[in-house]
């Protein structure tokens, strides 16, 4: 089992900027994927950025790219998520999402950002 715990959700004014963190704990040692997604009010969740844990490889959805940043502390066995220039679109609740080789993807509790002037 692995446990993800997230945090550093918010309220933020278009523009604004916040960091989500997601720590890792339990069976990390073949966790291959760590990554956030998010849903918002009455859409699909949808991908967000991943980043793979041997090379630190980064992807990211269109409409995040160039404002958004993921990140990994191996040492902390935490992802971050750097989120610049923040728009109301950006409004939903974000999960930290991790997956383990030939067993699975795991989900954090979620954590509500909200842009809004």
């Known amino acids: 089992q692995v446990q993800l715990v997230e945090s550093g959700g918010g309220s933020v004014q278009p523009g604004g900027s916040l960091r989500l963190s997601c720590a890792a704990s339990g069976s990390i040692f073949s966790i291959d994927v760590m990554g956030w997604y998010r849903q918002a009010p009455g859409k699909r969740t949808e991908l967000v950025a991943t980043i793979t844990t041997s090379d630190g490889n980064t992807n990211y959805a269109h409409s995040v790219k160039g404002r958004f940043t993921i990140s990994r502390d191996g040492a902390k066995n935490t992802v971050y998520l750097q989120m610049d220039s923040l728009k109301p679109e950006d409004t939903a609740v974000y999960y930290c999402?991790?997956?383990?080789?030939?067993?699975?993807?795991?989900w954090g509790q979620g954590t509500q950002v909200t842009v809004s002037s």
């Open positions: 999402y991790a997956r383990r080789t030939a067993v699975g993807g795991y």
